[in-house]
């Protein structure tokens, strides 16, 4: 019954590699959002998707490219992976003016 | 730039207190505040919304205000419990289009018993 889900949960990979992170809810949202948790603890925000429209798109290397294939899957690919690339990747969802519904978390290693 | 600050990265209080954490934000006119928690290894949860237009709000032992001429908001716990201990984020949002949720860096709360 869990509302967000990202797959997987952790995810080692080698500097250079291209890797995708999914994310599904299954709240009826409408709109989807990925942000990124450093080492800091610091949460911020990368992408949104309202009905598979892109609608906020941060400063974020084009190395990322998210993609909504229907309102309730936003996922996340990212190429060519660096170190800095390393931290936790959460996705979330709201519909309206209400609190965002998270999921657990993607927490991504680049060696 | 915006910035949005939480008083502390930690506080330490004792099992039946009240907890009070304070958020502060500069360059910004939110039009909502949200109070989310946040458990080791866990995403955020969310615990409450005020409006810019509402002073108070509460949620069982939970009461947020909202200062919107101080620039400011207090989460507190009421009769805290070591079930409370976690991070509380604090969060903004504006009522333009194509914005999201912006977070401030946390507070870590330890109860003790």
């Known amino acids: 019954d869990t509302a967000v889900s990202q797959t997987p949960k952790y995810l080692v990979t080698q500097m250079g590699n291209d890797k995708s992170i999914k994310c599904e809810q299954n709240l009826g949202h409408d709109t989807m959002y990925w942000y990124k948790q450093d080492s800091k603890k610091f949460l911020k925000i990368m992408f949104s998707y309202n009905n598979k429209e892109l609608i906020i798109n941060e400063t974020v290397p084009n190395r990322f490219s998210p993609k909504s294939p229907d309102k309730a899957h936003l996922n996340l690919h990212i190429n060519s992976l660096e170190l800095g690339d390393s931290a936790v990747y959460f996705c979330?969802?709201?519909?309206?003016?209400?609190?965002?519904?998270f999921g657990s978390g993607t927490r991504l290693t680049v060696v | 730039s915006q910035k949005i600050e939480q008083n502390s990265e930690a506080l330490n209080i004792q099992e039946g207190k009240t907890a009070t954490l304070t958020c502060n934000y500069t360059n910004y006119s939110p039009a909502y505040l949200q109070w989310y928690r946040q458990d080791p290894g866990r995403g955020p949860v969310f615990l409450l919304l005020i409006r810019e237009n509402e002073k108070e709000k509460r949620k069982e032992r939970l009461k947020v205000t909202f200062d919107t001429t101080l620039k400011q908001s207090l989460f507190h716990i009421t009769a805290s419990q070591p079930a409370d201990s976690a991070t509380y984020l604090c969060?903004?949002?504006?009522?333009?289009?194509?914005?999201?949720?912006?977070f401030g860096k946390g507070t870590t709360l330890s109860v003790s018993s």
């Open positions: 979330a969802s709201r519909t309206g003016n209400y609190g965002y519904t």
């Open positions: 969060a903004l949002e504006s009522n333009q289009a194509g914005t999201a949720l912006i």
